[in-house]
């Protein structure tokens, strides 16, 4: 039972690339979120999904694109990244009506 | 705006003290209140919650007090210890949404 498991776990972009976060839960949880988490600044919401194939903004959605096309995975990604995206990005998993939010181990991204 | 505020930002405490972390709320359609402690390079993880019918739940060294009224929440770690040096995130929800968290209290326990 891996939990949540990130995929990368680092990564250097320049900027004006692409790229896709991928998070996979094996627990068959409905809720899946992305946060960002930046110094000073805690944990802020991107997007969150409550089921397969739904998905919602949360507090800072701007540059970014998500999709739940299958309910273990959550997608993250960046059209064209920019340095402003420098983050650690964690992704959480809740099992639906449940309460507990369980958390991947993070990815670092840096853009340069 | 700012949906859950925690305070202080950082907080030194001597072993065998008394942490204490704050946090507000506006919300009042918040119907879940849990504290999350993260050590360096690790995800945050589940460290205690309450709900809004009940004023104070206590797990070991850990209480969660609850003040509806005012709309706010604590943490409190009794017999502080090294091993709790962490960063602590409170968090709120509203059903069928997603948690949103304050900005974090680092804790440091001096030995």
């Known amino acids: 039972n891996a939990g949540v498991t990130q995929t990368p776990k680092f990564r250097v972009l320049k900027t004006g690339q692409s790229m896709t976060l991928l998070c996979a839960q094996d627990?068959?949880?409905?809720?899946m979120y992305w946060y960002r988490q930046d110094p000073g600044m805690g944990l802020r919401l991107i997007h969150y999904?409550?089921?397969?194939?739904?998905?919602a903004k949360g507090e800072v959605p701007d540059g970014y694109n998500v999709s739940r096309l299958k309910k273990q995975n959550f997608l993250l990604g960046l059209e064209s990244a920019a340095p402003s995206q420098t983050s650690v990005y964690f992704c959480a998993s809740v099992l639906g009506g449940g309460r507990e939010a369980f958390f991947g181990q993070g990815t670092r991204l840096t853009v340069v | 705006q700012q949906q859950v505020k925690q305070s202080p930002q950082s907080l030194i405490v001597q072993k065998g003290g008394i942490s204490i972390i704050n946090c507000a709320y506006e919300?009042?359609?918040?119907?879940?209140f849990p504290w999350y402690q993260q050590f360096p390079g690790k995800g945050p993880a589940l460290l205690i919650a309450?709900?809004?019918?009940?004023s104070e739940k206590k797990e070991g060294r850990f209480t969660i007090s609850f003040n509806k009224s005012a709309k706010q929440f604590s943490l409190h770690i009794m017999d502080s210890q090294p091993g709790d040096s962490a960063t602590y995130f409170c968090?709120?929800?509203?059903?069928?949404?997603?948690?949103?968290f304050g900005k974090g209290t680092t804790l440091s326990v001096s030995s």
């Open positions: 968090a709120a929800r509203q059903a069928g949404t997603a948690l949103i």
């Open positions: 627990m068959n949880h409905e809720y």
């Open positions: 999904s409550v089921g397969e194939g739904t998905t």
């Open positions: 919300n009042t359609a918040f119907d879940y």
């Open positions: 309450i709900r809004p019918d009940v």
